[in-house]
């Protein structure tokens, strides 16, 4: 079975879900030391029926696994390349706390770690397209604690050599979408931080067959968009919901010409938002008159794990009529 991604507006979503209750579970009994990952793997594959079914009910194109082995974006992956130990707990923002991992010796890639659960979500997705999507090596290093290389820059450069591995991985398995997360860039705004964020993508995508796609979330992105527009991507997903869409007379300013990941869904808000109120947001963009229709995805800002299920199912349902609106519009 195939699906045809519409021309014009495509629907996507960044990548987190909600944990769905198997998954919780099977995250229970891995944190309590009561099972292995083999043991429940049935669980996590329960949940990511479950997040790809609410994907297709919503309506949306280009779906994701829901990440719903995954604890945390760099932990997960720390916890799985060689080279990394588990650090102590640190504070996000508010209440929220992660173990901030540690690089203790070099790091290598030693099996796939996201195939499975790419796997799994295409083999519900009836034909709609499932992103391999990636913390990328900036953020890694950027949230991580580095006993090992020299300084930051020979870090990420290792990492991108090894999360490399990952992407070739996904696209020998048939991605046709790959998205490297790398949130921690808007937190350092400088060119001199995009060139070390430039030179790893590049390691990450040169010659890779598929959409390549950066996502940048909060922070001061419209302070560092001058320095990343010649990345060696396809796509760049930014938020803009959040911060009532100031970033928008930045893209004009820059002549920003790629395909463009439009945040409208604020994942920090229950507060469903509503089909007409997403359509003035994508007329907020159109009317810039920058980019076309077929070069804007419609999508939330981030991810959509702390937000309640019903919650998440309804911005989405919303997003995607909305998106099929402004097909017949523009």
Same mark, same amino acid.
């Given at each position: ?78 916890? +799985? ?5 588990? =650090? *102590?707990?640190? $504070? #996000?923002?508010? %209440?929220?706390?992660?173990? !901030?991992? /540690? ?87 400088? +060119? ?5 964020? =430039? *030179?790893?993508? $590049? #390691?990450?995508? %040169?010659?890779?067959?598929? !959409?390549? /796609? ?117």
């Amino acid at each position: 079975m195939t699906y045809e991604v519409p021309r014009k507006f495509p629907t996507t979503v960044v990548g987190s879900y909600p944990k769905l209750p198997p998954a919780k579970e099977a995250l229970r009994r891995l944190r309590k030391g009561l099972a292995s990952e083999e043991e429940v793997r049935p669980l996590f594959e329960e949940a990511i029926k479950g997040v790809v079914e609410d994907q297709l009910w919503a309506g949306i194109d280009i779906i994701s696994d829901g990440e719903q082995t995954r604890e945390d974006m760099v932990v997960y992956f720390a916890e +799985r390349v060689k080279g990394y130990m588990p =650090g *102590e707990w640190v $504070k #996000i923002f508010d %209440n929220v706390y992660f173990r !901030k991992p /540690i690089i203790y010796d070099r790091v290598e890639w030693t099996r796939p770690l996201t195939v499975q659960d790419w796997l799994t979500a295409t083999r519900y997705s009836k034909g709609r397209p499932v992103k391999g999507i990636l913390t990328g090596p900036y953020t890694m290093v950027e949230w991580s604690f580095d006993l090992y290389y020299k300084d930051r820059y020979e870090a990420i450069i290792a990492l991108a050599r090894e999360i490399r591995k990952e992407i070739e991985a996904l696209v020998e398995a048939g991605a046709k979408y790959i998205q490297v997360d790398e949130p921690a860039l808007s937190t350092r705004p400088w +060119r001199e931080e995009a060139e070390i964020a =430039g *030179e790893a993508l $590049k #390691i990450l995508f %040169n010659g890779i067959e598929a !959409k390549k /796609i950066v996502h940048i979330c909060f922070g001061r992105v419209e302070e560092i968009l001058p320095y990343i527009l010649d990345y060696p991507v396809d796509q760049f997903d930014l938020e803009f919901k959040n911060s009532n869409f100031r970033l928008l007379p930045y893209l004009k300013e820059y002549g920003y010409n790629k395909e463009l990941g439009y945040g409208v869904i604020d994942v920090h808000n229950t507060q469903v938002e509503s089909v007409e109120e997403i359509l003035r947001d994508i007329e907020r963009l159109m009317n810039l008159g920058i980019l076309p229709p077929e070069k804007v995805y419609v999508d939330p800002d981030c991810g959509l794990k702390r937000l309640p299920r019903d919650v998440a199912r309804m911005k989405l349902r919303n997003m995607a009529e909305a998106a099929r609106i402004a097909r017949e519009q523009w």
